[in-house]
């Protein structure tokens, strides 16, 4: 059955209340902001990212990022300078290395409903808020401590500002618009480096070429623009350049050209790889979204200059889509730039549908919902007992089972109440409580994730030997012998040696050697020698050094790690 034609977009009364939009936002606060310190840090990408910046704030270089006191140049350093920022003022701890994703997300949202108010009205910037806040993709990156969260923010502040420049009622305001979305793609770039500019400037060429609106290039203000972008952006890259020689062809080439064009990362994957992560990040609108999809361009209307910011949205999430399909490197948070777009065109969308035919559409989901609540605890202990194996034991996965099933029951609820509610004609009550009950569900599963610490994080290791041993003593040398997990330098709160292992560190090994030692039989030399050294491997190779009889005396172990001393 297709869907009606969409009103024209109209002033619109507002859906609630100056209180109750209050009491909104600080239910959503409570929600957002609810479980930061609960989980342990895990590997990888948590434990870099909270190590870099820990290591800033104790050397007092915040030019040149270091990651176990070796440099590290793969991001630019802006999420490090907030993050130290965030430890100098409430000291070293999970939340405090997971502050920024979250305030980053928590603030996309409320940029995102400010901009759907200015553009069509209370209701649409509402719903725009609500879609995004409770979006499982973007809801869920930015409460792991990565660097997409603080990228998405910047440009989705760049959007949005687009957006409202094109949009003023007055020209005067158009430029002060456009500086500050130059200024937010500064800051994109300052966060993960050029896509925070090309994936703009793509999907503007994109959209022109689309559109035939070619006027836009005119409202731009490209050359004072460029001048904001380039006085926020350059200072960093020129200073970090000067000190250290080799970062701009590190940079520039390796981390841009080789990344897109080669595997070389080993980060693969098929040309649909993002199919399914859009999908899912979409729950729980995404049947709405594509019920929706061909009106969006369709029926988009126009402003007075001919700018139609729905189909820019639309342009602007299919070149960022198709960008990370295509290249060579894939990880699944890539696409998270574009989710806000996606939310502010769907906000207008739920705005102008009636009631009814909102319903029909989440029936389905919800249907679906209940019979994966009623099926999960079934079928729960036979998946795990498939994909268990000895480096993630089934204890743990079946201990997460719980957490699993409450954060589905609880969205499954909220779906059920919402579907319910839009029976009867009250939208906003309907769609504020699947949004809220779907972020609670994240929440839920997310917090649920800490069931899993013993193989994903060094901090239930390294409390077991402490509580048995005593403090590792912090004045001997510790190697990480043919592997690092990113979370050791972290919670052991001092720099480790890695032992025949390059990665990541490779550049940073190959500019400083001494940092790092090059064979497993240059660490024996000096392991034999030592009057008292720490050393982690996998079990693995615990095994084989000790049929070599390497002096060894264990001292604790898990799944993936073996953490030893020399005597």
Known sequence: ?????????RPSVSPITRRGAWALLIVFALLWFSNLDYRRLVHPDEGRYAEIPREMTVTGDWVTPRLDGIKYFEKPALQYWLTAAAYEAFGVHPWTARLWPALAGFLGVIFMGYVGLRLAGPAAGLYAAAVLGSSLWYAGNAHILTLDAGLTLWMSVGLGSLFLAQHAEHAGRRPAWMWAAWAALALATLSKGLIGIVLPGTAVVAYSLATRDWALWRRLHVVSGAIVFLAIA??????VSLRNPGFFDFFFIHEHFTRFLTSEHRRTGPWWYFFPILLVGLLPWVVVFFATLPRMWRLAPDAANGFNWQRFALVWSAVIFVFFSASGSKLPSYILPVFPALALALGLQ?????????????????????VLTLALPLGYPALVARIADQRQPAGPLLAYGPWIETGLCVAFLGGAAGWWWLRRGRTTAALLCIALTALAGVQIVLAGYDELAESRSTEPILARIAAAHGPLRADV???AVRMYDQTLPYYLGRLVVPVDYRDELAFGIDSEPDKALATIGEWQRRWQTSEQAYAIMQPEEY?????????????????????????
Do not use: C, I, N
């Open 1 to 9: 059955m297709p869907l009606p034609p969409a009103p024209a977009p």
């Open 234 to 239: 350059a200072p960093w890259f020129v200073v």
């Open 350 to 370: 739920l705005s102008a549908m009636p009631g009814a035919t909102l319903a029909r559409l989440t029936l389905p989901l919800v249907l679906a919902a209940g």
């Open 477 to 479: 040398p510790f190697y």
């Open 543 to 567: 095994e084989k050094l000790r049929q070599r009889e390497v002096p060894m005396v264990e001292l604790g172990r898990d799944p993936r790690r073996v953490v030893v001393s020399r005597r």
